[in-house]
């Protein structure tokens, strides 16, 4: 079956860096772009950034660009988010999800999160 | 950006009730919506997609419907577990892909 976990939430100061991770299976990877979605605390879900299925193309939400990067490695079955420069609106639950094609916008399976709190 | 309002932001139903929640996008986007189920300390699931067909394992009970500006998403029969917060979310031509604000369903 698909699993997707994500790993590499913490605590971090304002200013600091984290890279998360999520470990793929149960489908190809390769065929498929992933997304990382974060919560914040009690809100709702915000669409961070994409990865196309072979890595070609990235996208951002406008308030990440410049200080986030996607990435992934296909012969590992894993997807990274490198966050730099973390504010404190960036606290939240980051959800990495699998895209139900190649690039088709949307996610049929979703890991259950890792937490970022970013706070001095 | 595509801006998606759902409403309204919390319906009190009881068991056996039909829900309908809206979205509303700021521009068309066609067919190109999904709507997902939140449960508290759960992952989001994939209810339904391009605007109307429902997932892999999804009930009956849910329908989507819509296209251009105006959505629903029916639950004909609130069943105990459907009771949770329902996302919309628009994927049409390139990022990024917008979520609306949510609508949770309380039971009443």
């Known amino acids: 079956q698909v699993q997707l976990v994500e790993s590499g939430g913490g605590v971090v100061q304002p200013g600091g860096s984290l890279r998360l991770s999520c470990a793929a299976s149960?489908?190809?990877?390769?065929?498929?772009?992933i997304h990382w979605v974060r919560q914040a605390p009690g809100k709702g879900l915000e669409w961070v950034a994409f990865?196309?299925?072979?890595?070609?193309?990235?996208y951002y939400v406008d308030s990440v660009k410049g200080r986030f990067t996607i990435s992934r490695d296909n012969s590992k079955n894993t997807l990274f988010l490198q966050m730099n420069s973390l504010r404190a609106e960036d606290t939240a639950v980051y959800y990495c999800?699998?895209?139900?094609?190649?690039?088709?916008?949307?996610?049929?399976?979703w890991g259950q999160g890792t937490l970022v709190t970013v706070s001095s | 950006e595509i801006v998606l309002t759902q409403s309204p932001g919390t319906l009190s139903l009881s068991p056996g009730e039909r829900a309908t929640l809206s979205c509303r996008a700021s521009?068309?986007?066609?067919?190109?919506l999904a709507w997902y189920q939140q449960k508290p300390g759960q992952a989001p699931r994939l209810l339904i997609f391009?605007?109307?067909s429902r997932a892999t394992g999804i009930p009956d009970r849910f329908s989507g419907s819509g296209s251009g500006t105006d959505f629903t998403l029916t639950i004909s029969r609130l069943e105990p577990e459907d009771f949770a917060v329902y996302y919309c979310?628009?994927?049409?031509?390139?990022?990024?892909?917008?979520f609306g604000q949510g609508t949770k369903v309380e039971i009443k």
């Open positions: 521009q068309t986007v066609t067919t190109y």
């Open positions: 391009g605007a109307s």
């Open positions: 999800a699998k895209d139900r094609g190649a690039m088709a916008g949307h996610s049929d399976y």
């Open positions: 979310q628009q994927f049409v031509s390139s990022p990024p892909w917008t």
């Open positions: 990865i196309h299925s072979d890595g070609s193309h990235k």
């Open positions: 149960g489908f190809t990877f390769s065929s498929h772009g």
